[in-house]
């Protein structure tokens, strides 16, 4: 008897369909790299713990802005509203030496946070861990700051959208 291929095993673009079904918030994490700003798009964004405070971010081994926050031991999460389509895509696509031309940013305990942005914290590196072709960031908050309340940008079915606040559900 020969062996059939299950119907319903799991494979990468299974997994990619099924996660086009599940709404993230979209942030730029951000870092230093020879006294330059660096950045990436990322939606793998989540707290870990309130106490003590912890964050995570899941980064691609081969990005530039993993070597920069491994190198400096911090990094930046700006959390982008719906003004931020233009931006967040710009991080996603555009060469790495070119993400921050033209963006308006401070520095923050030598981070690079992005003006505008929704909220953003400063994160001290706590340690890295491997999972598969990426790493797990956990950082632990030194610094943060929220300045609106602009509906968020997220990322739903392959594309941006925008999420109004405020708007009751059923």
């Known amino acids: 008897m020969t062996a059939r291929p299950d119907p319903g095993a799991v494979t990468g673009p299974a997994l990619r ?11 730029l994490v951000t870092a230093t790299a020879q006294g330059r700003p660096t950045g990436c798009t990322a939606s ?10 912890l964050v995570l971010v899941s ?10 926050i491994t190198g400096a031991g911090a990094f930046g999460i700006n959390l982008l509203g719906r003004h931020h ?6 991080f996603a696509t555009a060469p790495a030496d070119r993400r921050f031309d033209g963006v308006g940013h401070r520095l923050v ?26 790493l797990l960031v956990l950082g632990q908050p030194v610094w ?3 300045r609106g309340t602009a509906d968020p940008l997220v990322h739903f079915g392959s594309h941006y959208q925008c999420l109004a606040v405020g708007t009751p559900s059923g």
Not at 17 to 27: D, F, H, K, P, Q
Not at 44 to 53: G, H, N, R, V, Y
């Open 17 to 27: 369909s099924v996660l086009r079904r599940w709404a993230t918030g979209v942030a």
């Open 44 to 53: 793998s964004f989540t707290s870990i713990s309130l106490s003590p405070p």
């Open 59 to 68: 980064l691609d081994r081969g990005s530039r802005t993993l070597a920069a």
């Open 85 to 90: 389509r233009d931006l967040a895509e710009r």
């Open 109 to 134: 305990r030598e981070v690079p946070v992005v003006d505008g942005a929704m909220a953003a914290l400063v994160c001290r590196l706590e340690r890295t861990v491997a999972a598969a072709d990426h």
């Open 144 to 146: 943060c700051d929220q």
